[in-house]
T-cell receptor
Framework: GDSVTQMEGPVTLSEEAFLTINCTYT??????LFWYVQYPGEGLQLLLK?????DKGSNKGFEATYRKETTSFHLEKGSVQVSDSAVYFC?????????????FGKGTLLTVNP | DTAVSQTPKYLVTQMGNDKSIKCEQN?????MYWYKQDSKKFLKIMFS???????INETVPNRFSPKSPDKAHLNLHINSLELGDSAVYFC???????????????FGSGTRLTVV
């Protein structure tokens, strides 16, 4: 079945450091790929997405590029802030209609220290 | 306006009790979901409903029973609560028409259930 693998956390960085969170997927066909972010005590919010190979999703300084050849969708940010501390989830969706669902990775906790 | 709202936000109850969590969305989406997030933050789908019809029913104890009175509401009733049911339960909604593979979900803020 479809699956998403994220790098194990937790990840601890200093403010203004470069961030990479690795995400790879296993799926047949052509999934759409997402990054969601969960701030403490809150629900998940869509951070960015890409729907086809070589698409780059970007938002709030975060970027991820859909790489079909390596089945990857790594999240990057050039300079993290304390306010970026959260849990980040990579996810994929495939197919359409009523069976539509997102498959999530296990999440990566990011802590940014001042 | 809150897009996906869940109530209650916190629920503390004793083992063996029956409880319900309610979810409502005002986005006009046609599909709603329940996810369970465990203490390690792992998200697992439990159910999905499309226009009031049960579509996804993962391996969940039959003590959990979803009910969708209309496409804007999806409630979760849990009978005979057990310690292992303690978790955060998230409701989500989405539009699943053709050509919307990149649509994603909109999540509620979660219900933290603690069984003592």
């Amino acid at each position: 079945g479809d699956s998403v693998t994220q790098m194990e956390g937790p990840v601890t960085l200093s403010e203004e450091a470069f961030l990479t969170i690795n995400c790879t997927y296993t799926a047949t066909g052509y999934p759409s790929l997402f990054w969601y972010v969960q701030y403490p005590g809150e629900g998940l919010q869509l951070l960015l997405k890409a729907t086809k190979a070589d698409d780059k999703g970007s938002n709030k300084g975060f970027e991820a590029t859909y790489r079909k050849e390596t089945t990857s969708f790594h999240l990057e940010k050039g300079s993290v802030q304390v306010s970026d501390s959260a849990v980040y989830f990579c996810a994929l969706s495939k197919g359409g209609g009523s069976n539509y669902k997102l498959t999530f990775g296990k999440g990566t906790l990011l802590t940014v220290n001042p | 306006d809150t897009a996906v709202s869940q109530t209650p936000k916190y629920l503390v109850t004793q083992m063996g009790n029956d409880k319900s969590i309610k979810c409502e969305q005002n986005l006009g989406h046609d599909t709603m979901y329940w996810y369970k997030q465990d203490s390690k933050k792992f998200l697992k789908i439990m159910f999905s409903y499309n226009n009031k019809e049960l579509i996804i029913n993962e391996t969940v104890p039959n003590r959990f029973s979803p009910k969708s009175p209309d496409k804007a509401h999806l409630n979760l009733h849990i009978n005979s609560l057990e310690l292992g049911d303690s978790a955060v339960y998230f409701c989500a909604s989405s539009y699943t028409g053709t050509g919307v593979l990149g649509y994603g979900y909109t999540f509620g803020s979660g219900t933290r259930l603690t069984v003592v």
